[in-house]
Nanobody
Framework: VQLVESGGGLVQAGGSLRLSCAAS????????MGWFRQAPGKEREFVAA????????HYADSVKGRFTISRDNAKNTVYLQMSSLQPEDTAVYYC??????????????????WGQGTRVTVSS
């Protein structure tokens, strides 16, 4: 199984980025998917999750209204559209796959599959 994130980079405060996570080696449409992030010196934290059937999404309070998670099951890809970025959004962003949506939204620890991360830096 491979989860490969892309789309990170350097952006000014107030700007936007779209992250992508391309999955292979698994039945993508069966897995709830999530985005997590880890800022320098901090623990990894939950950002957003989407159910396998796209019927449910969940966001951390810190990104609600600014970030949007989506997925394209035909392309085996999950996205994170990030808008109104702030310096505190600076982190390495990871995508993850898990068997259960509830597990994705309640833990940032041991999940079934993780990507390698993509770095997002927001300058003030």
């Amino acid at each position: 199984v491979q989860l490969v994130e892309s789309g990170g980079g350097l952006v000014q405060a107030g700007g936007s980025l779209r992250l992508s996570c391309a999955a292979s080696g698994l039945t993508f449409s069966s897995y709830p998917m999530g985005w997590f992030r880890q800022a320098p010196g901090k623990e990894r934290e939950f950002v957003a999750a989407i159910s396998s059937s796209v019927t449910s999404t969940h966001y951390a309070d810190s990104v609600k209204g600014r970030f949007t998670i989506s997925r394209d099951n035909a392309k085996n890809t999950v996205y994170l559209q990030m808008s109104s970025l702030q310096p505190e959004d600076t982190a390495v962003y990871y995508c993850a796959a898990e068997d259960y949506f509830a597990v994705l939204v309640t833990t940032s620890g041991e999940l079934k599959y993780w990507g390698q991360g993509t770095r997002v830096t927001v300058s003030s």
